[in-house]
């Protein structure tokens, strides 16, 4: 990339030359930089923020984007959380537990249809927990045994056996999102959970051999300097993915009412992550806005199109739970014209494996004492 990027866009404001001139040599940015770049106005600042954070992609995997199949496997949750539609005692939440076969069948259609990973996601459900995990245990090493692609799993917080059990089974990451690293806010959100105690679990995970996704929701309160904290979170975390998702209101929660946010924000904040983390891998849910929101946020710097969920198998999405699945909208066939209008291209899966073993290697050369000093907040 050179410096082409900073010349194909003409960048009117200085302070904005001088943040993408640091990020480009590999500065971490400070919490005022970052608070800059999510305030940048609607407009020309924004597409040559756009265009900066694609060129930073383009450097780190050319014109590759990668696909990750979402099988909500089991909607039940003990857990309380205020944004969340499969809180516990949430009436309107279509709840299930997929019987072994249908996550089998999906998880080879999904394979088929190209996807680069599937991610098995469940709410924090003691079913499969209890007695030391082992329906967990079951399901992953079935899963495992049917496909070849990588495997993430978002099971929430579960223990340090259980986690070293899992990455056994041959999983290659765990993905678990803190929302936010402001303390009074997590409290809020995340009602009655342990914010140490979910930051731990990422660190064990880690130690156990996986890599890791971690995750800010948009507009639930947050301040740009709590998103700066978030953002150094990340890093000391060494996180391997990292994600915004914008808060969309459940019916049937206490945030049903809840503002909608501005839906620029989750795009300034996607760039913002590329230019902070230009060769990790950050995703463009399908879960926010269906796929009418994927344009944008590839656009925006994102590299992963994630939640790919394919009809007839009644699953779930999270947050748009129905929206684009029953009519075929959430596959591959219908991402990849939207990716090829872009001029980018979904990767070969020997990419994206290569991608992972690199992203492994840089880890597990490292002393693993490395991840026990991860901040902990
Ligand atoms: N139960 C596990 C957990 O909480 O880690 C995994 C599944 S959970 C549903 C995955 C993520 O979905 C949450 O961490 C949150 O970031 C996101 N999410 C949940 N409800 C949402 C909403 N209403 N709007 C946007 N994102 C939401
Ligand atoms: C997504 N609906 O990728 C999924 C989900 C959980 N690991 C991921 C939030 O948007
Ligand atoms: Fe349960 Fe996860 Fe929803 Fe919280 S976000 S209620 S833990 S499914």
Redesign the pocket.
């Known amino acids: 990339m050179g410096e082409s990027c900073l010349d194909s866009c003409d960048i009117s404001m200085k302070v904005f030359e001088s943040i993408f001139e640091r990020s480009l040599c590999g500065q971490p940015l400070n919490q005022s930089e970052v608070a800059a770049l999510l305030a940048t106005p609607p407009g020309k600042p924004l597409e040559d923020l756009f265009a900066v954070a694609r060129a930073f992609r383009e450097r780190s995997f050319g014109n590759h984007v990668f696909i990750?199949g979402?099988i909500?496997f089991s909607t039940y949750c003990q857990n309380y959380c205020n944004f969340c539609l499969y809180r516990q005692c949430n009436q309107s939440a279509p709840r299930y537990r997929k019987p072994i076969e249908d996550i089998l069948d999906v998880a080879k259609a999904l394979e088929d249809d190209g996807a680069h990973l599937l991610?098995l996601?469940m709410g924090e459900d003691r079913f499969y927990t209890q007695n030391d995990g082992e329906r967990l245990l079951d399901l992953v090493a079935r899963v495992r045994e049917a496909v070849a692609v990588p495997l993430?799993i978002?099971p929430g917080v579960i223990n340090a056996e259980l986690l070293r059990a899992t990455a056994e089974q041959g999983l290659d990451w765990y993905?678990?999102?803190q929302e936010t690293f402001n303390k009074r806010l997590f409290s809020r959100l995340r009602k009655g959970q342990d914010f140490h105690s979910r930051l731990k679990a990422k660190v064990q995970a880690m130690q156990a051999g996986f890599l890791l996704?971690e995750?800010l929701l948009v507009g639930v309160g947050e301040s740009s300097a709590d998103i700066g904290a978030a953002i150094e979170a990340m890093r000391n975390l060494q996180a391997s993915q990292v994600?915004a998702?914008t808060f969309r209101p459940q019916r049937g929660t206490p945030m049903a009412n809840w503002q909608a946010p501005d839906s620029l924000d989750e795009l300034r904040l996607i760039a913002t992550l590329r230019l902070c983390f230009p060769d990790k891998l950050i995703?463009a849910?399908?879960?926010?806005d269906g796929l009418d929101g994927l344009r944008a946020r590839l656009n925006a710097g994102a590299n992963v199109v994630?939640?790919v969920?394919p009809p007839r198998h009644g699953l779930a999405?999270?947050?748009?739970a129905r929206v684009d699945i029953e009519d075929s909208q959430r596959t591959v066939s219908s991402v990849t014209p939207v990716i090829k209008g872009l001029g980018l291209k979904i990767a070969p899966i020997l990419t994206y494996q290569q991608w992972i073993k690199k992203e492994k290697r840089r880890f597990f050369r490292q002393d693993q004492t490395d991840f026990r000093s991860a901040q902990l907040g």
Do not use: H, N, Q
Request: charged share 20%; net charge negative.
């Open positions: 990750y979402f909500y991610d996601t993430m978002s993905a678990c999102y996704e995750g994600r998702m995703p849910s399908l879960d926010v994630t939640s969920i999405g999270v947050s748009r």
